[in-house]
């Protein structure tokens, strides 16, 4: 099985910014996705947002809520990829969790979640 730690998670005020990251235990040879999503209060767990390496390249993908405010990237380390989240409001508080789904893979794996609170 493939392990996913996050890390980075903590308290905030609006406005302020985070860095979540991401670790896996492993790397697959062949495209995949590495993606973070949210469950806020009460809600259903969703997207926000997703880094695609397929075809050799790196394209992302936003949440219209995070849109301009988040960034997804790679780390130096193949396995390590982070969220950078910059004018956090409150509506962003959540756990959040790191994704990985990769082609040659048979099933996609989840991190245990890490809290970000932001606080008015």
């Known amino acids: 099985d493939v392990q996913l730690v996050e890390s980075g998670g903590g308290t905030v005020q609006a406005g302020g910014s985070l860095r979540l990251s991401c670790r896996a235990s492993?790397?697959?040879?062949?495209?995949?996705?590495k993606s973070w999503y949210r469950q806020l209060p009460g809600k259903e767990r969703e997207f926000v947002a997703m880094l695609d390496t397929l075809a050799g390249g790196e394209s992302t993908r936003y949440a219209e809520s995070v849109e301009g405010r988040f960034t997804i990237s790679p780390g130096n380390d193949k396995k390590l990829w982070y969220l950078q989240m910059d004018s956090l409001k409150p509506g962003d508080t959540a756990v959040y969790y790191c994704?990985?789904?990769?082609?040659?893979?048979?099933?996609?794996?989840w991190g245990q979640g890490t809290q970000v609170t932001v606080s008015v």
């Open positions: 492993t790397y697959p040879a062949c495209s995949h996705f």
């Open positions: 994704k990985i789904h990769a082609a040659c893979w048979s099933q996609e794996y």
